[in-house]
C-alpha cells in the first residue's frame, strides 16, 4: 500500500516535468542517464506511463461518450445483469481505464472497487494491472473492462486478477474483437501514429487467445457472448438494421462482434499432501506389530437331547 501512495506522490510532484519529457522525450531522458540518479529515472518512468494511462482514459471515454458508445456500453450492462445477480460475497473488482463508467453499479455486493492505471478521482485505487495491492484470495468477482488490450503486460494482469479471486469467484473480461469489423476498422486507423488504436497503445486479445490464457490458469470459461456484428454507426434505418443482426446474431450465437464478454469461474486443483508428509506418516508406523486375524470358532457338535419333541 505504501508503493501506491508513493506512485501518487512521485506522480503529482513531477507531472509538470513528466509533460516536458513527452514532448522531448530524447532531451531529458539523456539528461536523467548522464545524472545517474536511480530514484529520478524511476519517476521520470512512472510519470511518463501515468501520462500514457490518463490519455488512453480520456481517448477511451471520449469514444464512449458518442451515442454509439452509449449504446454499445448499456448493451454491455443488460448482458452483465445475470452473472452479477448470480454473484454474492463482500468484494467486488472492476478494473480498466474506464473508471467513471461503473458496470457493477447493479451488483448486490455492496463493496465496490474500482483500480485504474490512471490517477482519476473515479478509481479508489490506483494500481498497475500486474501489480493489485490486493491479498491473494480476497475478492469474489473481477469484471476486467478493456483491461487487458490497453495493457503492455496482459497476460501478467490476468494472472493477477486470478490471483486476487477467490476460488470459484466470477471473472468476467470485456474487449473489442480483433476480428470483427470493428476490429478492422480500428486496425485500420491505428495506422495513424497518435492514434488510440495504434498498436504501441491498444494490443487487442482475441477471445481464443484468452480462453487458452484461462485455461492455463485454471480458470473453466463458463460462456462467452459477443455484440453488434454490424457496428453501431450512422442513424436511422442503418442503425436499425445493426440492432435486428445483433439480436439474429445473438440468438444463433454467432462470433464476429464488435464486443466480446467471457465468463469464467476459478477452479480449485486437487489437494495432494505433500511427499514428505507420506514419508513421515510410514515411518512413524514402522515397528509397529500387525495384529492377527483372528480364527473361526469350530462348529460344536449337536447333543442327541437338543431336539425337541412334542
Known amino acids: 500500500m505504501l508503493g501506491v ?14 509533460k516536458k519529457l513527452w514532448e522531448t522525450p530524447h532531451i531529458y531522458r539523456s539528461q536523467s542517464l548522464h545524472a545517474g540518479s536511480s530514484l529520478a529515472t524511476l519517476v521520470i518512468v512512472k510519470s511518463v506511463a501515468n501520462m500514457q494511462s490518463i490519455e488512453i482514459s480520456r481517448a477511451l471515454e471520449s469514444w464512449y461518450a458518442r451515442d ?8 454491455i450492462r443488460l448482458c452483465l445483469e445475470p452473472v452479477l445477480g448470480l454473484s454474492f460475497g463482500y468484494h467486488i473488482l472492476q478494473i480498466g481505464p474506464l473508471a ?3 458496470l457493477i453499479a ?9 483500480a485504474s492505471g490512471a490517477v482519476d478521482r473515479s478509481a479508489s485505487l490506483y494500481c498497475h494491472g500486474d501489480e493489485l495491492p490486493l491479498e491473494s484470495d480476497s475478492v469474489d468477482t473481477v469484471v476486467a473492462f478493456h483491461a487487458l488490450e490497453f495493457d503492455e503486460h496482459p497476460h501478467g494482469s490476468l494472472r493477477e486478477m486470478q490471483r486476487v479471486l477467490r476460488p470459484h469467484g466470477h471473472l468476467i473480461v470485456v474487449g473489442f ?5 470493428l476490429g478492422a476498422a480500428h486496425y485500420a486507423r491505428g495506422l495513424h501514429k497518435g492514434s488510440l488504436w495504434n498498436r504501441q497503445r491498444h494490443r487487442p486479445v482475441s477471445l481464443h487467445r ?15 457472448q459477443q455484440l453488434f456484428p454490424v457496428p453501431l454507426a450512422g442513424t436511422g434505418r442503418w442503425r436499425t438494421f445493426a440492432g435486428r443482426v445483433d439480436e439474429w446474431a445473438s440468438d444463433h450465437g454467432l462470433p464476429g462482434g464488435s464486443v466480446y464478454i467471457a465468463h469464467a469461474i476459478k477452479q480449485i486443483a486437487g489437494v495432494r499432501r505433500p511427499r514428505s ?17 483372528p480364527a473361526p470358532t469350530p462348529r460344536q457338535p449337536r447333543s442327541d437331547n437338543s431336539d425337541l419333541a412334542a
Open 277 to 293: 508428509l507420506r514419508v513421515r506418516a510410514r515411518e512413524s508406523f514402522r515397528g509397529l506389530s500387525v495384529a492377527s486375524s
Open 100 to 102: 467513471q463508467r461503473s
Open 68 to 75: 454509439s458508445g452509449e449504446e454499445l456500453c448499456t448493451a
Open 106 to 114: 447493479d451488483s448486490p455486493i455492496n463493496h465496490q472497487i474500482f
Open 210 to 224: 484468452l480462453t487458452d490464457w484461462l485455461r492455463l490458469l485454471d480458470c473453466e470459461l463458463e460462456g462467452s
Open 177 to 181: 474483437n480483433p476480428y470483427s469489423l
Open 5 to 18: 501512495v508513493l506512485d501518487i506522490v512521485l506522480d503529482i510532484n513531477c507531472s509538470q516535468f513528466a
